[in-house]
């Protein structure tokens, strides 16, 4: 009879994994940020793009420090979400490129993105506080406050301007 190994992962090892994932994202949206600013028709949108990408230079500063707490090099993992969600941003940038939809689209991209950070992050916050690590907690909760506090901005960008000039043009 074959022994079967067991795979001896731990919480530890899906909390490294998932800091990874996220770091990995983060600067996939650091890439993806400027693309989006210079796209973006309204100033209100390009502006915003531009925000964002300084306040994610801030995020990754935040994941390496988590990184530095549990002794480990700030290396990404490859996420195909991200990936994907990026992608599907990137498609719409050529699909609409000079259409009153194109805000919209970009908004709806960005808003895809930051639900996925926002995923991410209470997930990590909630395996921090479960493995005792309290240096960790309050540098996730700052990520996570600026990614909500951006979706929120990013709702008001598409209900005030971006949508109803989509829908005008119609």
């Known amino acids: 009879m074959a022994t079967t190994k067991t795979n001896t992962k731990t919480l530890d090892d899906l909390f490294l994994d998932t800091l990874k994932d996220i ?4 600067k996939q949206i ?12 309204s100033e209100e949108g390009k502006a915003g793009f531009l ?12 994941l390496e420090q988590v990184f530095e707490l549990l002794g480990k090099p700030a290396r990404g993992k490859t996420c195909e979400a991200i990936q ?22 970009l908004i709806s991209s960005a808003q895809a993105v930051e639900h996925y950070e926002i995923a991410r992050y209470g997930t990590l ?6 493995l005792g690590l309290k240096d960790a ?9 600026e990614e909500e506090a951006t979706d929120q901005k990013l709702t008001q960008l598409a209900e005030t301007a971006a949508n109803a000039k989509g829908a005008k043009a119609a």
């Open 125 to 130: 916050i909630a395996w921090a506080t479960q």
């Open 51 to 62: 925000q964002h990408r300084d306040e994610t230079q801030g995020q990754i500063e935040r």
């Open 84 to 105: 994907g969600i990026i992608s599907e941003g990137e498609e719409i940038m050529e699909e609409f490129k000079g259409s009153p939809a194109l805000d919209a689209g």
């Open 137 to 145: 907690v309050p540098l996730l909760q700052a990520n996570l406050e």
């Open 23 to 26: 770091y990995f994202a983060e």
């Open 30 to 41: 650091l890439k993806a940020l400027p693309k989006m600013a210079r796209a973006a028709q």
